[in-house]
């Protein structure tokens, strides 16, 4: 079997698996919509505080959402000795992780494109309008759409590549739940500062300049994220 | 220290199908595994007899690369399990203690998952026939959480015998399991022999390791030694950590 056979096998499993038990997405949403509604009632009854806030607010319903998710998944392998099998096998480990990866950033992806109209409706944020008076730039809203989607997807890459790295690693501890957020959170700041950084400035004032700047940097991060997760990942399942 | 015999019934120059030298291995305590040798040939059933915690599951987690030794070495048909960890992984087909399987998804889905990822290609005749070999032909589209011990059991017996492995690692493979079930493991040890494998069975049920094995090791203290020979001679080379007792002074 080749590596992508693998890897799309696993990634499969875990999708099953999930859309079986809907256990992530139940917590997900429900967590998500709850930090989304908090938030909004926090900022008041400022429309801007909460058009500048909004995808900030996005962007941490998506982090807390996302460490549930990568928690979750593995939670399913620990049963039963499946991931003793599992790592018996002649699978890559390489092919496990992106297969693991594969699932999770799939779900988060689809989650931040469920949760970013849903934010611009509760904080008042014109998702898609273009440039705002005194911002920017006056930009196609189709195209402003297209790249905050993009800006969603590389940003929850980066996440569910430190996401499901550290919850491998912390899967058989006793306290994987407190230790996973607190390894797990310093690690992926910068991903969250370059991805709040670039919908703020699409959803703020269309200003498609700045938002490549900050686009391109969260994919910078992505690409480091991803060969270091993958070159450390066989230490953290192998005996 | 070395083994008191070398292997026989294979041809000269080949590997031993699983070669322990001065193996140990412990959790923090007094080790598990004391410096045990062992040598077993191709096409032998060798079956673990011991207390519970005496290290019997430890030594097929080691054989299978899910614990690495602390000190000495282990090789599966001459891969080091450490060093060429995959090559023995392709090599060896486990059944686990707890079976394995993902409870989310049926029977069928756990046999293809496996076989898929093992490499063996996708033939779902033959997961079917597995699936009816084991007696869950009629809940093969059951979600495996659904299932008794017993049938989770059966399951990983299905997955064990799709699994192309010139090697197999039984964990208590008997427990769990009624008469029929019992029966059925043994057929499947039995044409295992027939194909060539190499068996190693961990079990407490030394009555059924005796009448199915070629050869029964005690694991005890962290030393080995050849309790009995059943049927042939030649299953296993040495276990020099501890004396041999009887005729085991191969």
New interface residues.
Partial sequence: ?NDL??VL??AR?DL??EA??KAVTVATVFFSAVTLGVLAFAFGENPLLMREGAMGALWVALAFAGVISAAQSWQ??L????L?????????RAAVYLGKLLANWGLMTALGFVLLPLAGGLYGADIGGGGAPGGGGETAPALVVAVLLGTIAAGTLGFALIAVFYAGLTANLRARESLLPVLMFPVVVPILLAAVRASNALVGSGDLDLAWAWLRLLVGFDLVYAVVCLVLFRFVV?? | MAPTGAPTGEPAGAPPAVELRGLVHGYGGPPVLAGIDLDVAVGRVVALHGPNGAGKTTLLRLLATRLRPVRGHARVLGHDVVRQAHEVRTCVATLPVYGGAYGALSGRENLRLGVALRGGGEDPEAVDRALERVGLGAAADHLVRAYSSGMRKRLALARLSLADAPVWLLDEPYAALDEQGQELVDALIAAARDDGRTVLVASHDLPRSLATADAVVEIAGGHLRVMARPTRATAVAATTSAPVDGEGDA
């Fill in positions: 079997m056979h693998a096998w696993i499993k099953l698996q079986r038990s399913a392998d049963e039963d000795g499946a003793e099998a599992l790592l018996a096998w002649p699978v890559p192998e005996a």
